[in-house]
């Protein structure tokens, strides 16, 4: 049998074609977007909820990502074009805000979902008014969906 670089060709390419087209109509089951996952609790460390919470993200006030009669956690999406993201929460007659700053990083999922942006918060920085502090449990956000951030309230 006589080797034929022409045929081998054709054979590789649709090979990998073959391969790459049963791979478009599956459906992505990975999650490709990456929220600051945070959690509300008191000044000893327990688990809260807050009634009457509304919150904004500065810059995108027609959006609004949270008005609850009771919310004890939140998921806080950043904005993937900048650096930078701030919300504003309202809590009865009082606000806070938070801002994060954070490195963004684009990747590549698998063929069917395409590209993530995954997150790793640099700073955070917040005003005091029914906000006491922060804990930042984990700068990285992925896939992994656990509590990246603990809030404790007044």
Known sequence: MKFNLGNAIIFLTCMVLGTTACNINRPCDEPTQFPILSGFYDSIGADTTLAGLTIFGIGREDS?????????????????????????????????????????????????????????????????????????????????????????VH
């Open 64 to 152: 609004l990502l949270a008005d609850m009669d009771t919310l004890h956690s939140v998921s806080l999406p950043l904005n993937p074009f900048t650096d930078t993201s701030r919300f504003v929460m309202t809590f009865g007659p009082v606000a806070d805000t938070l801002s994060f700053m954070y490195q963004r990083n684009l990747r590549m999922v698998n063929p069917e979902c395409g590209f993530a942006m995954y997150f790793q918060i640099e700073t955070i920085n917040h005003t005091h008014n029914f906000i006491d502090s922060l804990i930042l449990l984990d700068q990285y956000l992925d896939a992994n969906a656990q509590e990246h951030l603990q809030i404790f």
